[in-house]
């Protein structure tokens, strides 16, 4: 390979017009397709063999208008004036409006149940189309029909299904700030402003193409909305590591005295074979997550993937043209000098490696210790889902969920669906009154019978919030012992009941998949090094620094640790897929570092046959670069912190805390 690496690493800078050229018509037609045809990102929370899909299947089946997208309309007023005839009429009005919307297809009568105090009335919006067929103009369009109650003194808000799939984060801000700290990184590791921007220019050209492949997929399939966010994340991280990594060894050989062509040629072999080994560990730990079993799970994973795929792609093609083009000018545009360090240079890093060698015992006891501790808080792990309480304060969701809280009780934000597969009216009376005895059930809707008389759907108000654990333990007790004593098949569904199979799939199967990624991860590095021992190393502590993530992630949001520095403002449940993806992500990642810094061992051993010698040379001559690849990641990861998704904080604190462990512990010590 490394032979093949270095003809296609002199091929490209010798015609690096032509690559550039290629690249650039790649990007332009993949915009007009792209810009043509392209599908918009959607979320498909099936999760088939599961009870909450079997709820979904008989509605679909025998109670189509049930079956698709709702939305809550809440109309509050502080004094308990809703009860006021004219403001009665003006909220019928806005009901009217409502119903006469494009795919509404009913609209529950609001002032039948009005809140205890007289402050609150709902309207139930039901849809004749998919929640995936929704979007943001149709919240609008409930929006702007509400508006003109606020001269009455009515707040209007949305809750339920819609806003939740259609309101998205934004992301801009998080991806500036990560760019920026690269930019400054960069500096500092070359010193130069072209070589800086080399390793920006392939993260940028590689996430442009990659978002247009992405729009160019969601036309042909459900890619879920998230998983532009994630792409994001994880490509500008691997573009800019992945680059800076050939383009600091090709700074050493110029320094060296050679040719531009060689240099790039020597650089792709060396530290382009390193990327595409640690790419592909990328790529197959990330597609494990098709053992999930959940599609949008996979289908982000997919997603995540193909943006790792492309950014190699662009680091042995795209790279070398690039660095043809600087030249012997690499070092143009200097801000500040600064020494390249090579494995025979006595500096910080040579010293700190002989001083471990030396006592290797004490520095193995305290590394583990420590990351042990972290990871700790991971033994109290509990799966769940976020809700529209940890939304926006001033998103319509969040307002809507925090009126409904208030005035009927938080079991509201979270109804449940019983699927019942009968409309005998004496099996309905039987349901309802054994459901209804339940303690931590607040009230049981009269049943809905479906058109043909075969079905009916029963709505379940729990005493308890959506993400609570109470309400958790309710779903199970009805499946395992309160439906069973009725005759016929009754299945719980709803949001939340979805929510809550899709953790217990993912709790399921996530030591499965993490035993298919390590064990495909340890066969791939098995290749490269032609070892068992140094796979194995190298899966262990990957483990260990995946563990510390886990735990740091509990402790502050499942616990409460520093929850306002991460701008939390109450605890919630670890949600189910964010431990299988960024374990996914951090063991791919971790691999980068792991490649790296071995090959660059690898190739000090074969030169001199000294272990302790070959280790401390690899560690000086790559700390420097690994130091600011990991920082660059960090930097990226924790700039999505400030985003205000609880799914994806949790992503960020999880990504960074495992990017710091692994290059202050495992990397440098461990």
């Known amino acids: 390979m ?25 990007l332009l037609a993949l915009g007009v397709l792209a810009g043509r045809v392209g599908g918009e990102y959607s979320d498909d929370f099936t999760v088939p063999g599961v009870e909450s899909q079997a709820a979904v299947d ?22 308990g004036g809703i009860r006021d005839p004219a403001d009665a009429r003006a909220v019928s009005a806005v009901v009217e409006e409502v119903r006469g919307l494009s795919d509404v297809g009913s609209v529950s009568d609001p002032l039948l149940q009005p809140s205890p105090d007289g402050t609150t009335v709902l309207a139930l919006v039901q849809y004749d189309v998919e929640l995936t067929e929704l979007g943001l103009d149709d919240l609008d369009a409930l929006l702007e029909a509400g508006a003109p109650l606020a001269e009455r003194g009515i707040q209007v808000a949305v809750g339920g299904e819609l806003p939740q799939y259609v309101e998205q984060p934004e992301t801009q801000a998080a991806e500036l700030i990560g760019l920026v700290a690269a930019v400054f990184i960069l500096l ?24 247009l492949l992405l729009t160019l997929a969601a036309a042909v399939v459900d890619v879920p909305s998230n998983t532009p966010i994630l792409a994001s994340m994880i490509g500008i991280g691997v573009g800019i590591d992945y680059a800076l990594f050939v383009v600091t060894r090709h700074r050493e050989h110029l320094h060296d005295g050679m040719t531009v062509a060689e240099s790039a ?24 997550l098709a053992i999930s079993g959940i599609p949008v799970v996979t289908l982000m994973g997919m997603g995540a993937a193909l943006v790792v795929a492309v950014m190699v792609v662009a680091t042995i093609t795209l790279l070398p043209a690039l660095l043809g083009f600087a030249g012997h000018g690499i070092d143009r545009f200097r801000v500040f000098r600064t020494r390249t360090d090579r494995a025979d240079t006595i500096s910080v890093w040579s010293r700190w490696g002989a001083a471990v060698a ?12 420590f990351l042990l501790l972290l990871a700790a808080p991971l033994l109290s792990i509990r799966f769940g889902q976020t809700d529209a309480g940890n939304a926006a304060e001033d998103s319509t969701q969040r307002q809507a969920f925090d009126i409904t809280a208030e005035a009927y009780g938080p079991g509201v934000n979270g109804p449940l669906l019983l699927a019942v597969e009968s409309g005998d009216e004496a099996v309905l009376a039987a349901v309802t009154e054994a459901v209804a005895d339940e303690p931590n059930v607040l009230f049981v809707a009269p049943p809905r019978v479906a058109p043909g008389g075969d079905a009916a759907i029963v709505t379940v108000i729990p005493g308890t919030g959506p993400q609570q654990e109470g309400t958790s333990q309710l779903i199970h007790h009805l499946r395992d012992d309160v439906l069973p004593t009725v005759d016929t098949p009754v299945h719980v569904g709803g949001l939340t009941a979805t929510f809550v199979d899709m953790s217990d799939q993912v709790a399921n199967r996530l030591p499965w998949f993490i035993g298919a990624v390590v064990g495909l991860s ?7 090094f032609r070892s068992v021992l140094v796979p194995l190393k190298a899966a262990l502590m990957n483990l260990l620094s995946i563990g510390a993530a886990y735990g740091v992630i509990v402790a502050v949001f499942q616990w409460g640790w520093g929850k306002s520095l991460v701008g939390l403002e109450d605890t919630v449940p670890i949600v189910a897929f964010v431990p299988m993806m960024m374990f996914a992500i951090l063991f791919g990642l971790s691999m980068d570092y792991e490649v790296f810094l071995l090959s660059r061992v690898r190739e000090e051993y074969l030169q001199t046959g000294d272990n302790t010698g070959s280790v401390i040379s690899g560690i000086a001559s790559t700390a420097r670069v690994i130091t600011s690849a990991a920082l660059i990641m960090i930097c ?12 994806i904080k949790m992503m960020g604190i999880g990504l960074a805390t495992a990017g710091l462990v692994d290059e202050t512990v495992v990397r440098v010590l461990l």
Not at 359 to 367: C, D, E, G, I, Q
């Open 58 to 79: 008989l509605l679909q089946e025998r109670f189509p208008d049930a079956a698709g997208g709702s939305a809550q309309l809440v109309f509050h007023t502080p004094d």
């Open 358 to 369: 030396r006592r290797p015992w004490p520095f193995l006891v305290a590394s583990l210790a």
């Open 522 to 528: 340890f066969l791939l590095l098995m290749l490269v």
């Open 2 to 26: 490394a032979l093949a690496l270095h003809r296609l690493g002199r091929w490209c800078v010798t015609h690096r017009w032509r690559v550039l050229l290629v690249w650039l018509a790649a």
């Open 188 to 211: 500092i590791a070359f010193g130069s402003v072209l070589a800086m921007g080399l390793p920006l220019a392939i993260a940028l050209f590689g996430l442009g193409l990659s978002m």
């Open 265 to 288: 040629a020597r650089a792709t072999a060396t530290a382009g074979q390193a990327v595409i080994f640690a790419g592909g560990t990328v790529v197959i730990a990330i597609l494990g």
């Open 636 to 647: 990226v990861f924790l700039g999505f912190v400030l985003g205000g998704d609880p799914i």
